[in-house]
C-alpha cells in the first residue's frame, strides 16, 4: 500500500513577555488550534527571544511557564501537536549561526521591529536584538514548515525567513522548504484600546490599552468602558474610525458575527451600550480559556511531563535538517549527534 502523504508542518512561537492579550490570541494563538487537524503543528515559547530585552531570570522562566499553560489552555492539544520550550532544543541556535552567514547587515538593519525596540530601549541595542529574526528563521526552517501562522507584525520576519532560505538553497542546492505566512482574515492586527493606531502589545505600560486572556470579567468590561473611540456617534466600519473599528473586529471574531450583522446588531444605539456589549462578548468568550489555564498552571508535574517529551520529539525531527546543512556546508561529520 502506498504510504499515506505527509502531513503539511505548520509552526509558530510566541515570546513569553507577559500574559498574552487580546492581540496574541486574535491574531495568533486562537488560529493555531483548528489547524491542528489538518497539518502536523509545532508551538514553541520563544524563550531565547525575550532575552533580547532585559528580563529577570526568576519572571522569565516563571512567564515562560505560564506561556506553556496558556497555550494548551487555548485549545492546543498534545495528542496533536508537539508544544515545546525554545531553549530545550539546541539545534535552533546551531542553525542560526549558519543562517547568520547568509543574511546580510543591511536586511537586518530594515527590520521595523528591530529599528521600534531599538527605539524603546536606547541603552541596550544588543546583537540578539539585531540577530532575532535569523533565530526566527531558524525556529521555522529547521522543521521544513509549510506554513507559519502569525498576525501581521510578523510578516515582515517571514518574508525574511523566506529570503534567507532561498540564498541558502541558492548557494548550497535545495535544501530549505520556503515557508508561506498564515494570516487570519479578520484580526491579524488588534489595536490598543487607548491608542487605536497603535498594535496592542504586552509590553505596552498601559494597562487600559491591553486586554489580557486571564483578565476577569469585571476588569475587562471596565477597560472596554475606558475604550478610546472618537467624538461621533455612529457604530459603523469606516476609514478614520480606528477605534470603532478595532471594537467591531474583536466583536465579530469572538461572536463570530459578520461586520455587517454586528453594525446592523448596534444600529442607533450608543457607544456605550455597544462598548459594554464588546465587553461581555469577550469575557464570555474567554471564561473557558481562564479556567483551564487556573487548572494546569497548578500542575506543575504534568506539564514538565508535556514539555519534556514534545521537547524529545522536536530535536529529532530538527536534527534531521541540521544534519543535511552541516553537509552541505562542509562541515565534517561526527557521530557524536
Ligand atoms: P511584545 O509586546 O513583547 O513585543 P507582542 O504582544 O507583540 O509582544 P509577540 O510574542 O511578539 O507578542 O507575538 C505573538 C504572536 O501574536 C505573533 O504571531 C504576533 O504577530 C501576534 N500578535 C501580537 N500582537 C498582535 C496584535 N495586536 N494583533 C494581532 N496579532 C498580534
Ligand atoms: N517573533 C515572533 C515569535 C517567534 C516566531 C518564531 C513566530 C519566534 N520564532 C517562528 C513564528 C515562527 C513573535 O511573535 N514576536
Redesign the pocket.
Known sequence: MADAPEKKVIL?G??P??TF?L??Y???VRNWGPLQEQYRCLYFIADQHAITVRIEPAQLRQKTLEAYAQLLACGIDLDKSLVFIQSHIPTHSQLAWVLNCSTQFGELSRMTQFKDKSRKHPDDINAGLFDYPVLMAADILIYQADLVP?????MQHLELARNIANRFNGRYGETLKVPEGYMPPI?????SLQDPTK?????DTNPNAVILILDDKDTIIRKFKRAVTDSEMEIVYREGKDGINNLLTIYSVVTGKSIDDAVREFDGKGYGDFKLAVGEAVADHLEPVRSEYARLIQDKAYLKECYTRCAGEALKMSYRTLNKVYKKVGFVPTELR
Not at 187 to 191: D, F, I, N, R, T
Request: hydrophobic fraction near 35%; glycine fraction near 20%; aromatic fraction near 0%.
Open positions: 509558530s510566541i515570546q513577555t507577559g492579550t492581540g496574541n486574535i491574531g495568533a502569525v498576525g501581521i507584525d510578523q484580526g491579524a492586527k488588534v489595536m498594535k496592542m502589545s504586552k509590553s
